[in-house]
């Protein structure tokens, strides 16, 4: 929340904040118009196994809005694996040891998309995939 707090005290008019997800990591998702330039900024703020991450964007007055760039964030393990999660991880109470963190859906890297993700194996990736 103190991340969160501190882009709202800047000199910019909110537009916009909301709880959302990426890839089921829950965060806040913030879009100001600056008051200086009318430039526009977006951001995500999420903590994930206690770190805290901020995604931001900003762009002149009239230009296309940023939010492909936050959309774009997604999450690995300590391999480089990509990681979704079936339910909601909160920090809060998966980070913090309250709650087990949820299962994993698919198999990361794309269910065989890659190095060490499902049905990989000495012939590659299956047939008929992605």
């Known amino acids: 929340m103190y991340a969160t707090f501190k882009l709202l005290q800047r000199d910019a008019k909110l537009t916009s904040l909301a709880w959302e997800w990426q ?5 806040h998702f913030i879009q100001l118009t600056n008051n200086a330039d009318q430039s526009r900024t977006f951001a995500y703020i999420a903590m ?8 931001e964007g ?13 959309q774009s964030m997604g999450w690995v393990d300590k ?3 990509g990681i979704r999660y079936q339910m909601i991880y909160s920090n809060a109470y998966h980070g913090m ?16 998309a890659g190095a060490g993700g499902a ?5 590659g990736p299956p047939r008929g995939g992605r």
């Open 97 to 112: 040891g309250v709650y087990p963190v949820p299962p994993l859906a698919g198999a990361g890297r794309g269910g065989g």
């Open 48 to 55: 994930h196994e206690n770190k805290l991450y901020i995604v």
């Open 23 to 27: 890839d089921m990591v829950e965060g």
């Open 119 to 123: 049905g990989t194996g000495p012939g």
């Open 58 to 70: 900003t762009v002149p007055k009239g230009y296309p809005e940023p939010g492909l760039f936050q």
């Open 79 to 81: 391999d480089g694996n």
